[in-house]
């Protein structure tokens, strides 16, 4: 349910709990008008002498409040007109009360401003509805029960002051109520708009991180495919079908590539971490690839298979992730003889998964390693890498509210090391 369905439902649950403090109050000084009867006939400047009517008014009024509170029990959504209508029947009943107790010198018809002040919540018609009823019932009080002769002419003035008073503070009140509440409603729907804005760019990043990963895997095998297809026409029939085996294998590869990026997983959970349906963090295994002349060892500790390693953290962009950085220690590998090969091992460590990539590759000087996370950065041979894996890879870790760690040494190779949430819940608001 929306604010503006909550707000009747609000006010008259509100309205509830100002009916009891009255009605207590009401009680209070009939109680102390039963004790001390002459302490009351000074603060009313009028003697009732039976109590029976006004007594059955406050029956009357907690009746309708407990049969009130009954039906809101029932109802999830109050209509506007029903919370009015509310409003109005108790102004109509406080004037009653008051009639009957002391007419226009009871001291208490200031608690005409608690409905004007409920009916502020509801709209502006039914504030001005019960301004007007407030008016007309505290000023039905001196017709009703006109002041004795014997009043004097500067308490007659004192009440009729009080009486414009009491109309003036109630319209000036729901006037600037009114005022803050409509700057209030466009303040929210202005921070609305700007969070909506903000997802979206969000949204989009996301979306556009994704694309370009799909880009900078696509690079390697179309490579491989260009490279391959200007040679068949140089080679002996036994390396061309060698060749075209490797072509079909490269295609096959972008195709599923291609297929991560249109999956409903990449459209949907890679954008929002909430979305995404639970899985288990050993099932990272089948997102990677095998690099090339290169051994792969994928170490899952026993808490990944169990309860507590399910995630909802996005799979095809961590699984992007993974294999840009199982690439890259592929790719240091290769340019060392007698490597180990490349190490993926995975854990859960409290509620954060952690991911390390360890290759035995060629490692990198301190000035490479602090900045291979910038874009365009490439240690490799001219076209022959855009430099943007790792500045990715990062970019989209950090859209799943993760981090990321790297060290490297010159002959002993490069470990990267991810920390995430396993279940980033609220990542993007709505």
Known sequence: MDAAGQTPTITLRSLVTARWTLLA???????????????????????????RPVLAVLLVWTALNIGTRLWLSTHDRVAART???????????????????????????ALYVVPVIL????????????????????????????LPPSTGDAYVGHLHGAWIALVACSAIGAWMVQRITRSTARERNE???????????????????????AAH?????????????????????????????????EVERCKDILHRMASPEVRVSALSARDAQPWFLCELQDELDQPEGVKLTFVATAATRETQG???????SLGQ??????????????????????????????????????DDGVGMEPHIATAVFDPFFTTKPEGQGMGLGLYLARAQLRQLGGTLDLQSAPGRGTKVTLRVALNPAGLYPR
Request: net charge negative.
């Open 321 to 358: 992730i993974v294999r840009e950085l199982v690439a890259n220690g592929g790719e240091a590998c290769r340019r060392k003889p007698g490597n180990r090969g490349v190490t993926v091992r995975i854990d859960v460590v409290g509620d954060e998964a952690l991911i390390e990539v360890d």
């Open 217 to 249: 895997e696509l690079g390697t095998p179309l490579g491989t495919v260009n490279l391959l297809a200007a040679e068949l026409p140089h080679m002996e029939p036994e390396e061309q079908r060698s060749a075209i085996d490797t072509i079909k294998r």
């Open 25 to 51: 109050l009401l009680a209070t000084l009939a109680v102390t008008q039963w004790l001390a009867p002459a302490v009351v006939s000074a603060w009313l400047r009028w003697s009732t002498d039976d109590l």
């Open 310 to 316: 399910t995630t909802t953290l996005a799979r095809a």
């Open 83 to 109: 919370v009015g209508l509310q409003l109005v029947a108790d102004a109509a009943v406080l004037t009653l009360a008051l009639g009957l107790w002391g007419g226009p010198t009871n001291p208490f018809a």
């Open 119 to 146: 009916a502020t919540q509801i709209s502006a018609t039914w504030t001005w509805t019960l301004v007007a009823a407030a008016a007309a019932g505290s000023g039905l009080l001196f017709v009703w029960r006109p």
């Open 191 to 213: 921070l609305t708009r700007l969070r909506d804005e903000n997802l979206a760019d969000q949204h989009l990043a996301a979306l556009g991180t994704l694309a370009a990963g």
